[in-house]
């Protein structure tokens, strides 16, 4: 009745949980009603015709563009997801963690130094000189609840921080940009819609930094790497980059060998990656699904 697509490191609360409601497949079958998923593969129509007698799809994540959802809905297949436990989430730090580490990583260089000190087997600190962390202004960009874990965080580093709503026809983006030495964007965007354009960034402040735990839609990847490149952007950090589920990803996407030369970092979706994020999650999502849905297979 259930197929998971990862089962590593899954937690065991939680299968005992989905055990209670049907049995917990190790093949791909028509018996198959729910598949349990999170990020390592693309769950689109190709994925998706394998089951044929499939009733719901639950995915541990916010953001479903892993999700081939047109097709779910043309199949009246439900997807479930942490979007329907907002509030049973809400003590979860894991995405604000790495995105802070992101932060101070990319403003005092520590991947680009480790990475010219291992290459070149050498010291070069005036190559690597930054700035103090307090003296910048962060910019969130999304003030729910990781944008409110994040300021947290920076007010404990010191640093000043604003908020940008995109949901706020008040707010305005180009003067917040400009305010901002360090931009973190944790509002989702779902639709594919950029929440920086081409058209926003050019009201970026120079010598600013980006970091950016959404998805990459929400920015304009070609904009970003033309402001790296001349020097006016000092780093971007991402934990997501377009072709993530492409298998020749490492040839293809213009990330990838930016990062051997410029203040580049590139994460594989590690914002909800935690043993205590993931089981703490999965336990949700599966008492959410015993309570609602245990009777409607």
Do not use: W
């Not at 390592?40 to 015709?49: A, R, S, T």
């Amino acid at each position: 009745m259930f197929y998971f697509t990862e089962k590593k490191y899954y937690s065991s609360k939680a299968l005992k949980i989905y055990k209670k409601i049907g049995p917990l497949s190790k093949n791909i079958t028509d018996n198959v009603k729910v598949l349990v998923v999170r990020l390592n593969y693309k769950i689109d129509k190709d994925f998706l015709k394998n089951f044929k007698g499939l009733r719901f799809i639950i995915s541990n994540t916010t953001g479903l563009d892993h999700i081939e959802k047109k097709f779910c809905d043309d199949n009246n297949i439900k997807i479930l997801s942490l979007n329907n436990v907002k509030e049973k989430i809400k003590n979860i730090y894991s995405t604000a963690d790495l995105t802070i580490g992101l932060l101070i990583n990319l403003v005092r260089k520590i991947n680009l130094s480790n990475q010219y000190v291992t290459t070149h087997k050498k010291f070069d600190r005036y190559r690597f000189i930054s700035t103090d962390l307090k003296k910048l202004t962060v910019g969130i960009i999304g003030y729910g609840r990781l944008g409110k874990k994040i300021e947290k965080y920076t007010k404990m580093l010191g640093m000043k921080t604003i908020s940008y709503d995109i949901k706020n026809k008040n707010h305005n983006i180009k003067n917040f940009l400009n305010k901002s030495n360090v931009i973190v964007i944790t509002a989702s965007s779902y639709d594919g819609r950029k929440i920086l354009t081409k058209e926003h960034l050019k009201s970026l402040k120079k010598n600013s930094y980006i970091v950016n735990t959404s998805r990459y839609f929400s920015v304009d990847e070609n904009e970003i790497i033309k402001k790296l490149k001349s020097g006016f952007l000092l780093g971007y950090a991402t934990d997501s980059i377009q072709g993530e589920y492409d298998k020749n990803l490492y040839r293809k996407n213009k990330f990838i060998n930016l990062s051997k030369k410029y203040n580049v970092i590139i994460t594989p979706h590690l914002g909800g990656f935690t043993y205590e994020s993931l089981n703490k999650t999965e336990e949700i999502m599966a008492n959410f699904f015993y309570n609602k849905f245990k009777n409607k297979i």
